[in-house]
DNA sequence: TCTAAAATTAGGATTAATTCCTATTTTGTT
DNA sequence: AACAAAATAGGAATTAATCCTAATTTTAGA
């Protein structure tokens, strides 16, 4: 993030107007219909970087391609391992707390900013 | 997991006897070495099957192949995005809650059997 | 403003992990 | 034993992401 880019500014306002955690892919084709020439490549280097600077999240899961969250308020995630859809939800966790815990027992600085759980929605439980 | 195969009893036995959260291919390696003539498309789609059946456990992340695991008592885990190393911390989260919780507000019906969070573990923080 | 160094990009090639395909083999049932 | 269903082997194909290099853009300094 050392230097100005008019592709990483694109892409940061494209996450920030999504809320319904896109794809690097999505993200992709949303610049580039906005004309501005990208390519791939600079989608994903720019997601890279956004997310090492905690500007952004990113959201792995067992099932399709990872997804991106622009950084706002704490919240939390449940995938759906079927469809791959991404719901948010709120719950009271004590991040503090947690985060201490992690790193006491395993040395690990926590980098998430939420919780995310994976399961079956409801209509792909009815197999719709 | 209609009919009895050896291979299966095989990848069964290879991840509940693995401590270290071994991804797809450590299983295939392993259950390959042990004699037994099994091919990759089998591990896969076993562990794939496991998985539906909640006999094992599979956790996917930012960095890396997934990492599958025997599921015994609940914990929860902690996973470098840097190196891919996954460690098992203890938690007491009110899963029951939680689960009704997400379920209420996502219509999720969760299946993870503890939580998964990331961060970056000491070895990579010293760069090492 | 001009210039050089550093950062970033485009575009395509490559890789890694996983899924898919099909003929063959194994398993469970009568 | 015979048949149908389930599972396997082996390799091809796909998907998502990373890597590579030459060209372009940005920034800082003279």
Redesign the pocket.
Known sequence: ????????EE?IKVVKDSYNHP???DIYIIVKAKN??????????????LVDNKIINKI?MQ????RYDYKREIHNHAVCTKCGKVFDFEYHFNYDDIQKEVKSQTGIEISNNGIALEGICDSCKNNI
């Open positions: 993030m050392k230097n100005y880019s008019r592709q990483r892409i794809t690097a892919e501005s020439s990208v390519s791939r490549s600079t989608v994903y280097r720019n997601l890279g970087v792995s099932v399709g391609p990872d």
